[in-house]
């Protein structure tokens, strides 16, 4: 709900970064997920729009992509990070790396 993300290592807060999940009708489920498959140049299946840096969360349709920032729920579903943080976390977030969405 506040649209912030906190990259976390060893229990420690390394780095943060606005965001954009979700919006109405579309929002983006609280939980804890993996990464399971990535992508550099993804493309939206359902809805045709590029997503790079992709990092698919629990096998599903949603994900951690590159995006337009708002600050505010904007997507359809999926985490929009600015793309230097998007690049970042892909370089260093393995598949099998734990995420937690809350609200």
Not at 41 to 54: D, E, G, I, N
């Amino acid at each position: 709900s506040s649209q912030r993300a906190w990259v976390m290592k060893n229990g420690i807060i390394i780095n943060h970064t606005m965001v954009s999940t979700g919006r109405e009708g579309y929002g983006t489920p609280a939980g804890r997920y993996v990464i399971t498959d990535k992508h550099t140049s993804h493309v939206s299946t359902l809805y045709h729009v590029a997503m790079p840096w992709f990092m698919r969360l629990n096998c599903g349709a949603i994900g951690l992509h590159s995006g337009y920032v708002t600050g505010r729920p904007a997507s359809h579903g999926c985490i929009r990070l600015p793309r230097d943080m998007a690049e970042t976390i892909y370089q260093h977030a393995p598949v099998g790396a734990r995420v937690t969405i809350m609200h």
